[in-house]
């Protein structure tokens, strides 16, 4: 089976940001238990979440590319609220309808922003033998600024979103980027409301490091059942 965040070169080791947040905020469960979904499935847990807003977001892209062309996302509301009433499954049927949530909540926080959608780039922050992958799902410049957005419904709170948004910011640092932290944005489709970084980029350092060092502990030792 594929495997999403694997081993790279010497004793590297590639997780996802969302594997990292997960791994600090979430509790009551062994380290192995919070690690296996993302080193065993598929294509792995955090490239299931990476596509979980793919319709959106490609809605999005779109109506920015068509100057904000509200006909764009009328069309990807009805054609998801008509997938998520005939689908069979009952997580097809939640998975359109958080797309639905996704774009009403950026429509009314963003939608008349005048947003020029950047391509995504691959950025990565190294702690110690763990390579955190850190993608933005909307990398957008307006204004000479750029912007990059995370969309999502956080699974442990405030913490988790700051801990995403925090390594997106080291990420860019570590390539030089010059982005404002106020521009690195979570947008919480549970809530329609969006978060935005704050605080030293140093705070977590410690915090990170220990983890790193459980991750690099515990990862070769996971087995898939």
């Not at 238990?33 to 955090?46: A, D, I, M, Q, V």
């Amino acid at each position: 089976m594929g495997q999403e965040n694997e081993k790279v070169g010497g004793d590297n080791i590639r997780v996802s940001v969302t594997c990292l947040a997960d791994f600090i905020t979430k509790s009551g469960r062994s380290a192995e238990s919070r690690l296996r979904p993302f080193k065993f499935s598929n294509r792995g847990e955090g490239f299931a979440r990476s596509i979980y807003y793919q319709t959106a977001l490609k809605a999005i892209r779109a109506y920015h590319s068509q100057e904000n062309d509200p006909a764009i996302l009328e069309q990807a509301l009805a054609e998801l609220r008509t997938l998520a009433d005939t689908a069979e499954k009952n997580r097809d049927r939640t998975r359109y309808e958080h797309n639905v949530d996704a774009i009403i909540a950026y429509r009314k926080l963003y939608g008349k922003r005048k947003f020029k959608i950047l391509p995504n780039r691959r950025l990565e922050y190294r702690i110690g033998s763990i390579v955190v992958k850190a993608q933005p799902d909307l990398w957008a410049e307006e204004d000479r600024a750029q912007v990059l957005l995370k969309i999502g419904i956080p699974r442990h709170g405030t913490s988790y979103i700051d801990i995403v948004l925090t390594v997106l910011r080291k990420a860019a640092a570590s390539r030089r980027l010059r982005i404002r932290a106020k521009n690195f944005v979570y947008l919480n489709v549970s809530s329609g409301r969006e978060m935005i970084s704050s605080g030293a980029l140093t705070r977590f350092n410690r915090t990170f490091r220990e983890a790193a060092r459980d991750i690099a502990s515990v990862w070769p030792k996971i087995t898939e059942s």
